[in-house]
């Protein structure tokens, strides 16, 4: 049987395992990348390529990257790819329908949670935010909804304790990435089983907005911690201190004594007060440094008992 001709469509890190796991797997050709185009970044505003663009030049795989999939021009374009499948993973554009439609098999999709729950452009971080105890990844069958299709493969993944967002995305891509290729091979054979998402426990992770990152000391240590992990590393929660930004990347919910004005520093090894409780900052980044363990971050300008964070 001739390999299943395949157009990758990705964006983010969360999308280079899947890339991997396809190039590397027998019988299927990756004949084209799609991906977000390059986009002005550092002091310089040099083009950066997305972490796909670059890994599909690596291995010589053609790339496009149009603004928009809309126009008849770039419909026709990707028709002439003549792709049994499409593979989608984090890619950032909304999919017409007639580029749905165009694959002998369809398209398939990566998704960063259990669905229903979660769908939208943040599964991942609002799942953590939530202080979800399981997430995981589906394979769903896309169709013209917004994560709506119907679910052709799904594993769970429990969530540790002290877990970020981005290593929780880093373990779901790995798990997701066999899963793609095992759910191409079995829809090729007709062995694939579709089974439509229930209505009931459909949730949506909104973006994440920037007037979300700022820490309210306010807020029970138990928020806070959740929040702190699902924006770390990127954007970051962050707070204040002497008029300068530092994000917190890391912490940990502990008791501390009560009547302490949320936000203060209550030793010096960073316990924070909090509305309810305190946390225990275990990784910190001032503005255009490094980020750095609390004992690392104490050595330069130590922040000392009785500080305010605002």
């Given at each position: 049987?001739?390999?299943?001709?395949?157009?990758?469509?990705?964006?983010?890190?969360?999308?280079?395992?899947?890339?991997?796991?396809?190039?590397?797997?027998?019988?299927?050709?990756?004949?084209?990348?799609?991906?977000?185009?390059?986009?002005?970044?550092?002091?310089?505003?040099?083009?950066?390529?997305?972490?796909?663009?670059?890994?599909?030049?690596?291995?010589?795989i053609p790339v496009y990257t149009p603004a928009s999939l809309k126009s008849a021009e770039a419909q026709a374009e990707f028709h002439a790819l003549a792709a049994d499948a499409a593979v989608v993973v984090a890619y950032g554009l909304i999919l017409p329908a007639a580029i749905l439609?165009?694959?002998?098999?369809?398209?398939?999709?990566?998704?960063?949670?259990?669905?229903?729950?979660?769908?939208?452009?943040?599964?991942?971080q609002r799942a953590l935010m939530a202080g979800d105890p399981v997430t995981g990844v589906c394979i769903m069958a896309m169709d013209e909804g917004l994560d709506?299709?119907?679910?052709?493969?799904?594993?769970?993944?429990?969530?540790?304790?002290?877990?970020?967002?981005?290593?929780?995305?880093?373990?779901?891509?790995?798990?997701?990435?066999?899963?793609?290729?095992?759910?191409?091979?079995?829809?090729?054979?007709?062995?694939?089983?579709?089974?439509?998402?229930?209505?009931?426990?459909?949730?949506?992770?909104?973006?994440?907005?920037?007037?979300?990152?700022?820490?309210?000391?306010?807020?029970?240590?138990?928020?806070?911690?959740?929040?702190?992990?699902g924006l770390s590393p990127s954007p970051g929660a962050w707070c204040e201190w002497q008029g300068a930004r530092i994000k917190v990347l890391l912490a940990r919910p502990e008791t501390g004594p009560e009547g302490a004005a949320p936000g203060t520093v209550l030793d010096e090894d960073l316990l924070i007060a909090c509305g309810s409780g305190a946390l225990r900052l275990l990784r910190l980044q001032r503005s255009g440094r490094q980020a750095l363990a609390s004992a690392d971050f104490q050595r330069g300008s130590p922040l000392q008992p009785g500080d305010e964070l605002q």
């Open positions: 049987m001739a390999d299943l001709r395949v157009v990758f469509m990705g964006t983010p890190d969360f999308a280079v395992p899947t890339l991997a796991a396809l190039r590397a797997a027998d019988g299927i050709e990756v004949v084209a990348v799609y991906s977000q185009p390059p986009r002005q970044a550092g002091r310089g505003k040099r083009l950066r390529l997305t972490p796909i663009h670059a890994a599909a030049l690596v291995h010589d439609q165009a694959p002998r098999l369809g398209c398939f999709n990566l998704h960063g949670s259990l669905l229903p729950r979660w769908r939208g452009a943040a599964p991942i709506t299709g119907a679910v052709l493969l799904r594993a769970e993944q429990s969530i540790a304790a002290e877990v970020t967002a981005g290593v929780l995305a880093d373990q779901l891509a790995e798990m997701g990435a066999p899963m793609m290729v095992e759910a191409l091979r079995r829809a090729a054979g007709g062995q694939l089983q579709a089974r439509a998402q229930p209505k009931a426990g459909a949730t949506y992770a909104n973006k994440i907005e920037k007037s979300e990152a700022r820490i309210d000391w306010h807020r029970p240590a138990v928020e806070l911690d959740r929040l702190i992990r």
